[in-house]
């Protein structure tokens, strides 16, 4: 047992240091610690304290301190992984973009609970469902087509109420999963595309440039004056921001930004692809230092 819990503690100590040294070296100390992959890691620095704390080798489990770090420390360890799977961000894309329609349809699981639970209610005696409470868990575990069985209609009003339920929930739950998996398909098929602009976002982002600075860099690119970024101009901005991309994945990601298919990106395409939140406010103001 004294072995695993020194096995522990050294490696508690190489995550601490590793995240030392990601900071020290991060060009923008403020970008990365904005990063939300990066806080799994700075919250796993707390233990490396935490243990200093309260000893090394001493274990209580009934602390809340030996609880977080026997039981949520490792949870957040498995999170550090999660900057290396990139096919985690077209998930992220796919859920963001149904978030939307999410209201509606809690409001309507919610009407469907309140009518159900207070028609079971009413329909079954007091000695088989002695509360409201007890017809909402009916309702909510008959929505969910779990059926623990705890609880189940005996009268004949209340197999009717609950069949009726049961066949209104399968059709109802089959929307959001619709939603969702369209999303995701589509997503999936446009995941080079995704990948790369996440790519470049994140090295923007790294170097901790905002969309303020985006006129500044578009000038120090375009090295002929005109007004626009053409492949070797694209390319050695890119190269500059070192994000790691082949020449493919550069040509790949210009096609994208030129949108019109003019041959050369202009200030505003390259604006709204890389921080396309700040566009319409930085829109006027890009538009204005690019002609000055």
């Not at 240091?17 to 990066?38: G, H, M």
């Not at 796919?94 to 609970?113: E, W």
């Not at 923007?204 to 004056?225: P, R």
Request: hydrophobic share 50%; charged share 20%; aromatic share 12%.
């Amino acid at each position: 047992m004294r072995e695993t819990q020194n096995a522990m503690c050294l490696i508690v100590q190489v995550f601490t240091l590793e995240v030392c040294l990601r900071v020290f070296s991060a060009p923008s100390k403020y970008a990365y610690i904005r990063d939300l992959y990066n806080w799994a890691d700075m919250v796993c620095c707390v233990g490396l304290f935490l243990r200093i704390g309260i000893g090394f080798i001493t274990w209580h489990h009934d602390r809340p301190v030996e609880i977080f770090l026997l039981f949520v420390l490792p949870v957040l360890r498995l999170l550090k992984l999660l900057r290396y799977f990139e096919s985690f961000r077209i998930l992220v894309d796919a859920a963001s973009n149904v978030i939307a329609s999410l209201p509606v349809l809690l409001y309507v699981m919610l009407l469907l609970v309140i009518i159900s639970s207070n028609a079971i209610f009413l329909a079954e005696s007091r000695e088989n469902i002695p509360s409201l409470q007890h017809s909402v868990w009916l309702a909510v575990v008959t929505m969910t087509t779990v059926g623990y069985g705890d609880f189940a209609p005996q009268s004949l009003p209340g197999y009717i109420v609950v069949s009726f339920l049961s066949v209104v929930s399968v059709i109802f739950f089959a929307l959001p999963v619709g939603i969702l998996g369209h999303e995701f398909t589509f997503c999936w098929q446009s995941r080079e595309q995704v990948l790369l602009l996440a790519r470049a976002r994140r090295a923007f982002a790294k170097w901790g440039y905002t969309a303020s600075d985006m006129k500044t860099l578009f000038e120090f690119a375009d090295q002929d004056g005109d007004g626009s970024l053409n492949l070797l101009e694209f390319y050695e901005l890119l190269h500059q921001l070192r994000l790691g991309l082949d020449e493919r994945s550069l040509v790949d990601l210009f096609m994208m930004v030129d949108r019109d298919g003019s041959g050369s990106v202009d200030g505003m395409e390259l604006l709204a692809k890389i921080f396309p939140e700040e566009v319409h406010k930085d829109s006027d103001q890009f538009d204005d230092s690019i002609d000055a």
